[in-house]
Structure formats: structure tokens, C-alpha cells
């Protein structure tokens, strides 16, 4: 996913730093700790990772020259770069890189991924000086998804080894450097990557009535419900965003009644994506296609990998409480009973990566009729001890996450050393498991898609685009 791909510049030099407009400020300038929108921004932006996907099969880097593969080993020949404080990038710091995202004394949000597939790293001596070799723990049908991690340099453990409230200076490989020297978040040239001579990110109360006003070149994350009015003003030009990203409830099967798939079903069945995509993530009136599609399984509609046999589920009310009835639980005067107490799911919600919690839990509320719900916010850092070790399993029913169509063994295989990295419940389904292998063939990922849409996992809820405005004139930054 690449979120500076719709930013918007200016390409002629400017003394004045263009503005970027923002609802709420980026977290860290940290890039192995980014995770919401505006810390993926600033990380695109000052940082660098070896490889970025752009979302539907292609790959791009400005580091890598040469690519070779055989079988679990993958060479790379590296693109002479400087980091910003001008030291030459190098071999070296791909594998501190490596190592500093596969500790787990530290854990970040690359952890889990990076021990699950990358082995070990060796840099290149005397004629092969400028490459290095990365043994992955398994052979891998497109080794460059474990290379998206962001790199840190060597030459700078205090930096690399740092958290994400560093006050250091961010040391980085991207098109613009990082200056936070006043607490703000100004951005400056630094090579000719770059469109723009100076780039400030300004927190605003409205963005979009911001922009419409005059203020700042764009606001590169819209609302749904902030569409109209931007879309009034002829100046100002709205981009569709693409994102690999399908928003899900993956369901905890150790967790009483769900276990039974027919119990998820029949949560499956009480959910209307629509009414619920409105009311989380909020709704353009004038459009009739949302910035998010509802969804039947892993893939989207559209996708070569999409099953058309598979509809996106329909709510029914009275086939959902006869599944739920027919499971051992009791209505009991219009509450659900379970082991003859309220039956009560805990979600868990990443806090700044998605919907708001409480409006979340408000609309779980009035869609799981019956049933009580709690929605329980998670950090970034609960999140990925939760993916790493599973301290949160016991605890939690479901949990809202966002996962990538490109790499879904890392959420529904089994968990093992090298696989399902990001399966924190641990589901498991054999014939699952052999498909992951085979995604190339478009049957076979028919097949996964309708197979995970009739076990239940997760509840696949909707895909989504992102939207970004952008004053008239300005030019994309090149990548």
C-alpha cells in the first residue's frame, strides 16, 4: 500500500513550503513503528524499504539494480544512495535492517513478518561489495513481500535501535528529509525524487473545508462524508487512492459457541455491510458506489481471484437466531445466553488505523441483536504483541483488522514457524492451507475464497479506496 502515491506537489521550486492538510498529526517519524495513515505518509515520504508493492502485482525500488533468486536465497545488487545525513547506504544496512526488525526485544509492527520469512543476511565482499544475500526461511512465491520492511542504517544504531517517540533526528532514504526541530512536521528536498522544495504537514480542524477555503496545496485522507465538498469546487481535483486492503472481523474459535461454524455463520448473517460501512466509515450521499465495496471473502469484486458464485451475505434476522438457536444458545427475553450468562463479544480495535471505537461498538450493538458488545481499543504495541505471542487471545472474540489480498497466508494459514505470522487465533483448515500455495491459479484462489467464506474466519466486511484532494496544477512527487 502506498499512501504518498496521491500526493500532490508542486514542481517548480517554492520559497513558501507547500501545505499539506491533515485532521490529526502523525504519531511517529519512527517508519518501523508507522502505523496510521499519517505515520505511513511521513514513512513513504523519508523513508525507504527495499521493495513497495503497488497494490496489484507490481513491485518498484529505487535501491535494488539486480534481482536473482534460488530457490530460498535471494542476491540483491544495490543502487549507490545516500541516507540523509550523507552517509553512503550500503550491504551493511540491509542486514542491520534485518536484524533489528526480526528482534524481538523490540517489537514493531515488521517483527512477526520478518522472523516468519527472512532467515539470515550476508553482505557482499570485495567484487561483489555492493550486494547482499538474504536466505529466507522458505521458498516463496514472490520473495520481494518480504523485503517491504523499512530500512534504518547502520551507521547510526541510536537512531536504527530507537523508539517511537524518538526525539532524535530521522535518518532516512527517502525523497524529502525530516525536520522536526520546532515540534512541526516540515519536510525538505533532497533529491530529485522530490517535486516540491519544502513540504509542511499542518493539522487542521476540517481539511476539506480548509482546502475549499484556499488554504494548503491538498488533503491527501477524505472521509466519505467530506467528498461533497471538495467535489464543488472545479479547482480541486479528487484522486481514487487504491488500497489492498479488506476490512475483516477475524473470529476467535477457542472462544465458546464460536468455535461452531455455524455460529459465525449466523454472526455473518445478523451483519448488514452496507449499514455498517455508513456508519463507521461514514458515507458520500451524491455517489452511488462508496469508497467501500462490500465483500463476500478475501478478494474483491472485480479481481481476477474473486468467486461471482459467492455473494456478499445478505442480513437475516430470523435464519441467524434459528443457527444460534439451534448451537445451545438461549434467547432469554430477547438477550442471548450462553452457559446461562449473557453472551457478551469483546472486539478488539486498532486505535488510529481505522473506525472509531465507539462508533464501532455502536453499530455492532445495533446490528448483533441480542448480544452484548464490547469494543476494547488496542495500541499499535497491544496489537503486535497480540500477533506475536497471542497475550491478548484468551480475552478476545473478534478483532477488526485490515488484511492485504497478496500475502492472506500470513492471516489464514496455520500458524507455524514460517506461516500464518498474523493468524492470532489460530485457525486452521487443511485444504486452506495447500491453496495458499497456489494463488497464481485463478481456480485455486476461487476456490480459497470460497472455502473462507463458508468456514467463517473472519466476517469479510468491505474494501477500500482511499480519496485524496488536490489543488489543480500539481504534480505527483516520482517514487
Not at 516540515?186 to 530529485?192: Q, S, Y
Not at 452511488?288 to 479481481?303: E, Y
Not at 488484511?403 to 494459514?413: E, N, P, R, V
Request: glycine share 8%; proline share 9%; charged share 20%.
Amino acid at each position: 500500500m502506498c499512501l504518498a502515491a496521491g500526493l500532490l506537489l508542486a514542481s517548480s521550486a517554492q520559497a513558501k513550503p507547500q501545505e499539506i492538510l491533515l485532521s490529526r498529526p502523525p504519531t511517529t517519524a519512527q517508519p518501523l513503528y508507522a502505523w496510521t495513515q499519517e505515520d505511513e505518509l511521513v514513512r513513504q515520504l523519508v523513508h525507504a524499504s527495499l521493495y513497495t508493492s503497488d497494490g496489484q502485482g507490481g513491485w518498484h525500488s529505487d535501491l535494488v539494480t539486480d534481482y536473482a533468486v534460488n530457490g530460498p536465497t535471494v542476491t540483491l545488487t544495490l543502487a549507490k544512495a545516500r541516507w540523509h545525513d550523507k552517509q553512503p547506504f550500503g550491504p551493511a544496512d540491509v542486514c542491520a535492517s534485518i536484524e533489528r526488525v526480526r528482534a524481538t526485544d523490540r517489537p514493531t509492527r515488521f517483527t512477526a513478518a520478518a522472523r516468519a520469512r527472512i532467515a539470515s543476511c550476508s553482505p557482499g565482499i570485495r567484487k561483489d561489495a555492493d550486494k547482499v544475500v538474504i536466505t529466507l526461511t522458505t521458498i516463496q512465491a514472490e520473495p520481494r513481500a518480504a523485503l517491504q520492511f523499512p530500512l534504518v542504517p547502520a551507521h547510526d544504531p541510536a537512531w536504527a535501535g530507537s523508539g517511537p517517540q524518538s526525539d532524535l533526528p530521522p535518518v532516512g532514504l527517502g525523497p524529502y528529509a525530516l525536520d522536526r526541530g520546532d515540534g512541526g512536521w516540515h519536510l525538505t528536498a533532497f533529491d530529485d525524487r522530490a517535486t516540491a522544495k519544502k513540504i509542511d504537514l499542518v493539522v487542521v480542524d476540517d481539511p476539506a473545508r480548509r482546502l475549499v477555503d484556499g488554504r494548503g496545496v491538498g488533503a491527501p485522507f477524505l472521509a466519505p462524508a467530506d467528498l461533497a465538498k471538495v467535489r464543488a469546487d472545479p479547482s480541486i481535483q479528487l484522486d481514487v487512492v487504491p488500497r489492498d486492503l479488506t476490512w475483516v472481523l477475524l473470529v476467535n474459535p477457542t472462544r465458546g459457541p464460536l468455535g461452531e461454524v455455524a455460529v459465525r455463520t449466523a454472526l455473518d448473517l445478523l451483519i448488514d455491510r452496507s449499514a455498517l460501512g455508513g456508519a463507521v466509515l461514514g458515507r458520500d450521499e451524491q455517489l452511488k458506489a462508496q469508497p467501500w465495496t462490500p465483500v463476500s471473502g478475501p478478494f474483491p469484486p472485480g479481481s481476477p481471484q474473486y468467486n461471482a458464485g459467492v455473494p456478499v451475505p445478505l442480513r437475516d434476522e430470523r435464519a441467524a437466531h434459528a443457527l444460534l438457536e439451534a448451537h445451545g444458545l438461549v434467547d432469554e427475553g430477547g438477550r442471548w445466553q450462553w452457559a446461562g450468562h449473557p453472551w457478551t463479544l469483546r472486539v478488539a480495535c486498532p486505535v488510529g488505523l481505522g473506525p472509531d471505537p465507539q462508533r464501532l461498538e455502536l453499530a455492532l450493538e445495533e446490528q448483533l441483536t441480542g448480544i452484548d458488545v464490547e469494543v476494547v481499543p488496542q495500541s499499535a504495541v497491544q496489537w503486535w504483541l497480540s500477533v506475536l505471542g497471542g497475550e491478548h487471545v484468551e480475552a478476545t472474540d473478534l478483532a477488526l483488522v485490515p488484511i492485504s489480498s497478496t500475502d492472506l497466508g500470513a492471516t489464514f494459514h496455520s500458524r507455524t514457524a514460517t506461516r500464518g505470522w498474523a493468524n492470532p487465533f489460530g485457525w486452521s483448515d487443511p485444504d486452506v492451507d495447500g491453496w495458499l500455495g497456489a494463488l497464481a491459479d485463478r481456480n485455486t484462489a476461487q476456490l480459497l475464497h470460497a472455502r473462507l467464506a463458508e468456514l467463517h474466519p473472519a466476517l469479510f466486511l468491505w474494501s477500500v479506496e482511499g480519496r485524496a484532494a488536490w489543488r489543480g496544477g500539481f504534480e505527483p512527487p516520482t517514487r
